[in-house]
Protein backbone atom coordinates (compact mmCIF):
# COMPACT_ATOMS: atom_id res chain seq x y z
CA UNK A 1 0.00 0.00 0.00
CA UNK A 2 1.29 3.26 -1.07
CA UNK A 3 1.90 5.86 2.10
CA UNK A 4 0.10 8.23 1.47
CA UNK A 5 -2.99 5.65 0.84
CA UNK A 6 -1.67 4.27 4.13
CA UNK A 7 -1.99 7.40 6.35
CA UNK A 8 -5.61 8.32 4.76
CA UNK A 9 -6.91 5.07 5.76
CA UNK A 10 -5.08 5.41 9.62
CA UNK A 11 -6.95 9.05 9.71
CA UNK A 12 -10.56 7.31 8.46
CA UNK A 13 -9.78 4.83 10.98
CA UNK A 14 -9.27 7.20 13.91
CA UNK A 15 -12.41 9.37 13.07
CA UNK A 16 -14.42 6.52 12.59
CA UNK A 17 -13.69 4.41 15.67
CA UNK A 18 -14.76 5.22 19.07
CA UNK A 19 -12.42 6.46 20.77
CA UNK A 20 -9.67 5.87 22.33
CA UNK A 21 -8.57 3.41 19.98
CA UNK A 22 -5.49 0.70 20.99
CA UNK A 23 -2.25 0.13 18.62
CA UNK A 24 -3.20 -3.31 18.06
CA UNK A 25 -6.54 -2.46 16.37
CA UNK A 26 -5.22 0.43 14.69
CA UNK A 27 -2.19 -1.62 13.10
CA UNK A 28 -4.63 -4.52 12.49
CA UNK A 29 -7.36 -2.17 10.62
CA UNK A 30 -4.45 -0.60 8.55
CA UNK A 31 -2.64 -3.53 7.78
CA UNK A 32 0.66 -2.82 9.18
CA UNK A 33 2.62 -3.59 11.96
CA UNK A 34 3.03 -1.94 15.49
CA UNK A 35 6.69 -0.21 14.71
CA UNK A 36 4.70 1.30 11.15
CA UNK A 37 1.66 2.43 13.23
CA UNK A 38 3.78 4.37 15.69
CA UNK A 39 5.73 5.64 12.48
CA UNK A 40 2.62 6.93 11.06
CA UNK A 41 1.38 8.48 13.82
CA UNK A 42 4.18 10.89 14.32
CA UNK A 43 4.11 11.22 10.49
CA UNK A 44 0.62 12.19 11.18
CA UNK A 45 1.12 14.63 14.41
CA UNK A 46 3.82 15.80 12.39
CA UNK A 47 1.65 17.15 9.61
CA UNK A 48 -0.40 19.05 12.25
CA UNK A 49 -2.89 16.19 13.22
CA UNK A 50 -3.86 16.75 17.30
CA UNK A 51 -3.46 12.63 18.10
CA UNK A 52 -3.80 12.03 22.03
CA UNK A 53 -2.13 8.71 22.91
CA UNK A 54 -1.76 7.11 26.44
CA UNK A 55 -0.56 3.49 27.12
CA UNK A 56 -2.56 1.32 27.64
CA UNK A 57 -5.86 2.96 26.26
CA UNK A 58 -4.78 4.12 22.75
CA UNK A 59 -5.19 7.22 20.44
CA UNK A 60 -7.39 9.75 20.46
CA UNK A 61 -7.81 12.09 17.22
CA UNK A 62 -8.70 15.59 18.88
CA UNK A 63 -7.93 17.98 16.00
CA UNK A 64 -7.95 17.14 12.55
CA UNK A 65 -5.93 19.69 10.37
CA UNK A 66 -6.72 17.80 7.11
CA UNK A 67 -10.30 18.43 7.42
CA UNK A 68 -11.70 22.23 6.85
CA UNK A 69 -14.78 23.07 9.06
CA UNK A 70 -18.16 22.68 7.81
CA UNK A 71 -21.37 23.71 8.86
CA UNK A 72 -24.98 21.42 8.58
CA UNK A 73 -28.78 21.53 9.92
CA UNK A 74 -29.70 19.13 12.27
CA UNK A 75 -32.06 18.05 9.75
CA UNK A 76 -29.15 17.48 7.17
CA UNK A 77 -27.07 15.75 9.99
CA UNK A 78 -29.97 13.29 10.19
CA UNK A 79 -29.99 13.11 6.60
CA UNK A 80 -26.62 11.80 5.94
CA UNK A 81 -26.35 9.52 8.78
CA UNK A 82 -29.64 8.01 7.93
CA UNK A 83 -28.90 7.71 3.96
CA UNK A 84 -25.00 6.10 4.75
CA UNK A 85 -25.92 3.85 7.33
CA UNK A 86 -28.51 1.77 4.49
CA UNK A 87 -24.94 0.69 3.19
CA UNK A 88 -24.84 -1.83 5.46
CA UNK A 89 -27.80 -4.18 4.08
CA UNK A 90 -27.66 -2.48 0.46
CA UNK A 91 -23.92 -2.39 -0.81
CA UNK A 92 -20.93 -4.93 -1.13
CA UNK A 93 -18.35 -4.70 2.11
CA UNK A 94 -15.93 -1.96 0.08
CA UNK A 95 -18.99 0.24 -0.35
CA UNK A 96 -20.02 0.03 2.95
CA UNK A 97 -16.56 0.37 4.60
CA UNK A 98 -16.27 3.63 2.40
CA UNK A 99 -19.93 5.03 3.94
CA UNK A 100 -18.69 4.75 7.17
CA UNK A 101 -15.56 6.58 6.08
CA UNK A 102 -17.27 9.53 4.32
CA UNK A 103 -19.44 9.78 7.55
CA UNK A 104 -16.35 9.58 10.06
CA UNK A 105 -15.16 12.73 8.05
CA UNK A 106 -18.10 14.46 7.72
CA UNK A 107 -18.34 14.19 11.69
CA UNK A 108 -14.75 15.10 12.02
CA UNK A 109 -15.50 18.58 10.66
CA UNK A 110 -18.02 19.24 12.73
CA UNK A 111 -18.19 21.52 15.30
CA UNK A 112 -18.83 19.92 18.86
CA UNK A 113 -22.61 20.70 19.78
CA UNK A 114 -23.27 19.37 15.84
CA UNK A 115 -20.75 16.85 15.90
CA UNK A 116 -22.85 15.08 19.42
CA UNK A 117 -26.01 15.44 17.22
CA UNK A 118 -24.51 13.28 14.60
CA UNK A 119 -23.56 10.79 17.38
CA UNK A 120 -27.02 10.98 18.77
CA UNK A 121 -29.15 10.73 15.65
CA UNK A 122 -32.69 10.28 16.26
CA UNK A 123 -33.74 8.51 13.04
CA UNK A 124 -32.49 4.79 12.15
CA UNK A 125 -32.48 2.25 9.55
CA UNK A 126 -33.83 -1.03 10.39
CA UNK A 127 -34.74 -2.65 7.19
CA UNK A 128 -33.93 -5.82 6.84
CA UNK A 129 -31.25 -7.07 4.49
CA UNK A 130 -32.63 -7.80 0.77
CA UNK A 131 -32.59 -12.07 0.11
CA UNK A 132 -30.21 -10.42 -3.01
CA UNK A 133 -28.22 -13.35 -4.86
CA UNK A 134 -24.91 -13.54 -3.71
CA UNK A 135 -22.21 -11.30 -6.18
CA UNK A 136 -19.11 -13.43 -6.71
CA UNK A 137 -17.41 -10.80 -9.49
CA UNK A 138 -14.64 -8.70 -7.81
CA UNK A 139 -16.78 -5.01 -7.32
CA UNK A 140 -13.65 -2.97 -7.71
CA UNK A 141 -12.80 -4.23 -10.98
CA UNK A 142 -16.44 -3.05 -11.98
CA UNK A 143 -16.45 0.13 -10.29
CA UNK A 144 -13.34 0.77 -11.85
CA UNK A 145 -14.41 0.16 -15.59
CA UNK A 146 -17.42 2.07 -15.14
CA UNK A 147 -15.29 5.26 -13.78
CA UNK A 148 -12.73 4.97 -16.50
CA UNK A 149 -15.29 3.99 -19.39
CA UNK A 150 -13.57 0.81 -20.51
CA UNK A 151 -15.71 -2.14 -21.73
CA UNK A 152 -15.75 -5.11 -19.89
CA UNK A 153 -16.32 -8.69 -20.88
CA UNK A 154 -17.38 -11.86 -19.14
CA UNK A 155 -19.80 -15.18 -19.24
CA UNK A 156 -22.94 -14.48 -18.51
CA UNK A 157 -26.33 -16.68 -17.38
CA UNK A 158 -29.72 -15.27 -18.58
CA UNK A 159 -32.82 -16.04 -16.76
CA UNK A 160 -33.92 -18.74 -19.25
CA UNK A 161 -30.08 -20.02 -18.01
CA UNK A 162 -28.87 -19.99 -21.48
CA UNK A 163 -24.73 -18.92 -21.26
CA UNK A 164 -23.08 -16.55 -23.18
CA UNK A 165 -19.92 -14.58 -23.73
CA UNK A 166 -20.25 -11.29 -23.84
CA UNK A 167 -18.48 -7.49 -24.10
CA UNK A 168 -19.57 -5.02 -22.93
CA UNK A 169 -19.61 -0.79 -22.21
CA UNK A 170 -20.94 -0.59 -18.23
CA UNK A 171 -22.94 2.39 -18.07
CA UNK A 172 -24.80 2.39 -14.39
CA UNK A 173 -25.61 0.31 -11.78
CA UNK A 174 -28.89 -0.07 -9.96
CA UNK A 175 -28.81 -1.34 -6.45
CA UNK A 176 -32.40 -2.64 -6.14
CA UNK A 177 -34.53 -4.85 -4.25
CA UNK A 178 -33.59 -8.15 -4.61
CA UNK A 179 -31.16 -7.77 -7.48
CA UNK A 180 -28.01 -5.59 -8.01
CA UNK A 181 -28.11 -4.51 -11.84
CA UNK A 182 -25.71 -3.93 -14.43
CA UNK A 183 -27.03 -1.23 -17.21
CA UNK A 184 -24.47 -1.44 -20.48
CA UNK A 185 -24.19 -1.25 -24.06
CA UNK A 186 -23.94 -4.81 -25.08
CA UNK A 187 -21.60 -4.84 -28.20
CA UNK A 188 -22.85 -8.28 -29.46
CA UNK A 189 -26.54 -7.14 -29.93
CA UNK A 190 -25.41 -3.37 -30.23
CA UNK A 191 -27.80 -2.38 -27.34
CA UNK A 192 -28.61 -1.22 -23.73
CA UNK A 193 -29.32 -4.23 -22.01
CA UNK A 194 -29.75 -4.49 -18.10
CA UNK A 195 -27.47 -7.54 -16.02
CA UNK A 196 -28.03 -9.36 -12.98
CA UNK A 197 -24.50 -9.10 -11.99
CA UNK A 198 -24.82 -12.03 -9.73
CA UNK A 199 -25.56 -14.39 -13.09
CA UNK A 200 -22.05 -12.28 -14.24
CA UNK A 201 -18.89 -14.98 -14.39
CA UNK A 202 -15.19 -14.14 -15.28
CA UNK A 203 -15.50 -10.83 -15.21
CA UNK A 204 -12.72 -9.14 -17.18
CA UNK A 205 -11.82 -5.51 -18.01
CA UNK A 206 -11.59 -5.20 -22.00
CA UNK A 207 -9.67 -3.28 -24.21
CA UNK A 208 -12.51 -0.73 -25.76
CA UNK A 209 -12.83 2.81 -24.32
CA UNK A 210 -15.67 4.66 -25.23
CA UNK A 211 -14.72 7.54 -22.82
CA UNK A 212 -16.37 10.48 -23.02
CA UNK A 213 -19.60 9.01 -23.79
CA UNK A 214 -21.22 7.39 -20.61
CA UNK A 215 -23.14 10.00 -19.87
CA UNK A 216 -24.69 10.33 -22.75
CA UNK A 217 -25.31 6.99 -22.99
CA UNK A 218 -27.12 7.00 -19.74
CA UNK A 219 -29.20 9.80 -20.56
CA UNK A 220 -30.00 8.61 -24.10
CA UNK A 221 -31.49 5.43 -21.87
CA UNK A 222 -33.47 7.20 -19.05
CA UNK A 223 -35.17 9.59 -22.24
CA UNK A 224 -35.90 6.71 -24.72
CA UNK A 225 -36.76 3.70 -22.63
CA UNK A 226 -37.34 4.76 -19.01
CA UNK A 227 -36.07 3.55 -16.05
CA UNK A 228 -34.79 -0.03 -16.52
CA UNK A 229 -38.14 -1.68 -18.28
CA UNK A 230 -38.16 -5.27 -17.84
CA UNK A 231 -37.85 -6.24 -21.85
CA UNK A 232 -34.31 -5.38 -21.99
CA UNK A 233 -33.35 -7.39 -18.93
CA UNK A 234 -31.54 -10.03 -19.56
Do not use: K
Not at 21 to 40: H, I, K, N, P
Amino acid sequence: MARTDRLMRLMDTLRRLPAPVTADRLATETGVSRRQLYRDIATLRAGGALIDGEAGLGYTLTEDSALPPQSFSRLEIEALVLGLSGLDQLADPALSEAGQNAIARIIATLPDRQARQAMNTILRNFRRPDDRPPVTVDMDLLRHALWEEVSVTFRYTDLRDQVSEREVWPLAMSYGEGNLMLLGHCRVRLDYRLFHVSRIENLALGQDSFRPRRVAMVREFAETRGQYPRRNTV
